[in-house]
């Protein structure tokens, strides 16, 4: 069984930066090179960035926390985070509805409908990850690897959007790549915890909600989703 002091807690903060110098990577040229007056811009978009920044920032700065015995920062961070994750939550929500509502007209609806599937089932995904590692907040194992969770369903936004820009590939291109690159990632951490003999079910959960959310991305044109879809665009946007 693996305790709190065999954890790499300073690793795994840098595992945390990598994906924030991917999220930054993919973010420049389409939001930060435009500081300070980012014009163009609209309320919702900054509200998003501050709160997937700010959580970026729990992510890194609470392993750290622990590693040095700061735990009262540790717990205040971890109630804050109360706010800090709905609000995450609302954000998406809120960029997907902008997008969905942009005037388009050139776009067809089922394009508009099969956009919904790159947003709303991460979303869902990152509520439910973040619910798991709270009702397991008192178990370490379980709770670190569902946080970690998190930061992977993160990776997407900024990496697909960097290859976008970059490279000149397409969305559809770009999301399947970052999606069996997390996909991967996840399924490493499970075999080297199926290895080490340590528990196995949080990156299983991880790896079958990314799976989960690819299915719905694949599969946006079908009929289920179609018809999924805008009923939730009518319901909510």
């Known amino acids: 069984m693996e305790n709190a002091q065999s954890i ?15 999220v930054t990577w993919g973010f420049y040229k389409t939001y930060l090179i435009f500081f300070p007056s980012f014009t163009g811009f609209n309320n919702v978009q900054h509200f998003h960035g501050a709160m997937m920044m700010t959580w970026m920032a729990f992510l890194i700065i609470q392993p750290l926390l622990i590693r040095s015995g700061k735990m009262n920062i540790h717990r205040w961070i971890g109630k804050f985070s109360y706010v800090i994750a709905p609000l995450l939550v609302v954000s998406i929500f809120l960029v997907s509805r902008m997008v969905y509502q942009r005037p388009l007209p050139a776009m067809p609806a089922e394009e ?92 299983t959960v991880i790896l079958i909600t990314i799976l989960l959310t690819h299915f719905v991305w694949h599969y946006r044109y079908s009929a289920i989703w179609q018809n999924a879809g805008e009923n939730f665009a009518k319901s909510f946007f």
Do not use: C, E, Q, W
């Open 8 to 22: 790499p807690y300073g690793r795994i903060s840098l595992f945390f930066v990598l994906i924030l110098a991917l």
């Open 112 to 203: 508009r409908i099969g956009l919904i599937a790159l947003s709303i089932p991460g979303m869902i995904a990152f509520a439910v990850l973040y619910l798991l590692a709270i009702i397991n907040r008192k178990d370490t194992t379980k709770h670190l690897r569902y946080m970690i969770g998190t930061s992977l369903l993160l990776v997407g936004p900024g990496l697909g959007r960097a290859l976008i820009i970059y490279y000149n590939m397409s969305l559809n291109d770009a999301v399947n790549i970052t999606n069996y690159l997390v996909m991967g990632i996840a399924a490493g951490l499970l075999i080297n915890d199926l290895i080490k003999r340590r528990t196995y079910v949080p990156y």
